[in-house]
């Protein structure tokens, strides 16, 4: 008899053209070997994405994510990760497939955690694309919010067992990524996750637990301080006008009576002068809820903490960030979180250490926190005996490259200092800040004087107007 040869027992070989068209199969061990096959190929190669987006790949793939094989449904998702990543493309091709509602409806059934780990990191992969962040948002949030960072966060913990069985470092991991991709793409989303029932406090409850646990280099630490930095950005513009309103009235009713001077007049006057130069802190809520998180005191002992413990560049960037956002207006509860960071948490001793250890990103974004600061005169003497050696010294010489904003932001501190006490600009001297100030005065760009030297011009003016001081200058800059 004629033997058979081995070519006729040989399986036809894989292709990434026959395991797209095998997707439409119902075999289970066919879907999952050449999903399989795709997410291997797509891991080794761009080449390979590139097929998976011609051979129309990305749809069924997407369909497969609604089948009932629990495995089918875990490979395929791992396929879509790698198909996705870094392609726009086939970013944009899960888009037009309406591909983030099938995906988000998976993770919100599928328990499996390995399933949900690829599903999270599918969707941090399609929001690193700026033309999907609008789209991905709207409908992702509260999902990722109580699918994911509820139950793996903590927050919860003890009130529901069955959903304590999903939580899972990696999908949070994955999850924090996407929504730090999300935060930062506008006004409209940014207030759609400050309204998110839990966001914002899961958020906050897990860095505080890595905080207590000194695992604050933790990188979903960074991405939790990354997001929070994010929707503190104009946090003064955008917040909800109930919010400052029931400020200002709790602040009215700490103000002191003015009726009420007893029969020492010039005594109780001076009472109510000291009082009234006494700004009122934050108030201590101990429990805050949502978007009151991003201003509370727990949260700035939280960021200082961040800053005082953490090695991690972005988280440091990210803490620092947060407190210059949330300082950064003009109105009554701005000032009282400034007032709150410098004299209830004593934060310039952990800014002062960024100023001298720090990388320069995030230096840069320390003197923004400083110069927003430096606008209330009752905290200058904290900020001269803190941080002025730090701040003369960061003022660029004639061998130093300092970006003109960053000059421009030192010498509005100076500047606010300076118009306050001759005993600031006394200071700002004897830490040979002004040549420094000089050189900066004279430098120009091709269109004039730059900005720094407009700024350092100013702070020249404002230091002349101390008469007292007329002979101490001229001997210094001789």
Request: aromatic share 6%; with cysteine.
């Amino acid at each position: 008899f004629k033997s058979l040869g081995k070519s006729e027992n040989k399986p036809p070989e894989m292709t990434l053209e026959r395991a797209v068209n095998l997707l439409t199969q119902d075999n289970e061990e066919t879907l999952i070997c050449a999903a399989s096959f795709i997410q291997n190929q797509c891991f080794q190669s761009a080449n390979a994405k590139k097929m998976v987006y011609y051979l129309r790949g990305i749809g069924k793939l997407l369909k497969l994510l609604d089948n009932d094989s629990e495995e089918v449904q875990r490979v395929t998702a791992g396929a879509l990760r790698n198909v996705v990543y870094q392609s726009n493309e086939n970013k944009m091709e899960v888009k037009d497939n309406e591909g983030s509602a099938v995906i988000l409806q998976t993770l919100k059934s599928s328990r499996d955690i390995e399933t949900r780990r690829q599903l999270t990191g599918v969707l941090w992969n399609l929001s690193s694309n700026d033309m999907l962040k609008n789209h991905l948002a709207r409908n992702s949030i509260s999902i990722l919010t109580h699918s994911v960072l509820v139950p793996s966060s903590g927050i919860s913990e003890g009130e529901n067992p069955k959903d304590e069985l999903l939580a899972d470092a990696d999908t949070f991991h994955n999850v924090t990524g996407c929504l730090r991709n999300l935060s930062s793409a506008g006004p409209d989303i940014r207030r759609a996750m400050r309204e998110c029932d839990n966001l914002i406090d899961s958020l906050v409850y897990y860095i505080r637990g890595t905080v207590a646990n000194y695992q604050t280099d933790d990188k979903s630490t960074e991405n939790c301080a990354c997001i929070l930095h994010n929707l503190s950005y104009q946090i003064e513009s955008e917040l909800p006008q109930h919010y400052t309103q029931d400020f200002r009235e709790s602040r009215q009713n700490l103000a002191p009576d003015p009726k009420a001077l007893g029969c020492f007049a010039y005594r109780s006057a001076k009472i109510t002068e000291h009082l009234e130069r006494q700004r009122p802190l934050l108030e201590e809520k101990a429990n805050p809820h949502g978007i009151e998180w991003l201003w509370s005191p727990i949260t700035i002992r939280m960021y200082l903490s961040l800053v005082a413990c953490s090695v991690r560049h972005y988280t440091q960037e990210a803490a620092v960030g947060a407190l210059q956002n949330i300082t950064a207006g003009n109105q009554e509860m701005t000032e009282a979180i400034a007032f709150t960071i410098v004299q209830r948490e004593n934060g310039l001793q952990h800014i002062k250490k960024i100023l001298e250890e720090g990388e320069s990103d995030v230096k840069r974004t320390a003197i923004s926190l400083i110069r927003n600061l430096s606008r209330y005169q009752e905290l200058h003497p904290a900020i001269v005996n803190k941080v002025l050696p730090e701040v003369v010294a960061m003022l660029p010489s004639d061998d130093t490259d300092l970006p003109s904003e960053v000059t421009t932001s030192l010498c509005q501190i100076l500047i606010n200092l300076s118009q306050s006490d001759m005993k600031n600009v006394k200071a700002i001297v004897n830490q040979g800040g002004l040549w420094r100030i000089i050189n900066i005065s004279n430098t120009d760009n091709s269109y004039g004087p730059s900005r720094a030297a407009q700024a350092a011009c100013v702070l020249l003016q404002v230091i002349w107007k101390h008469t007292d001081l007329h002979g101490a200058l001229k001997r210094v800059s001789i």
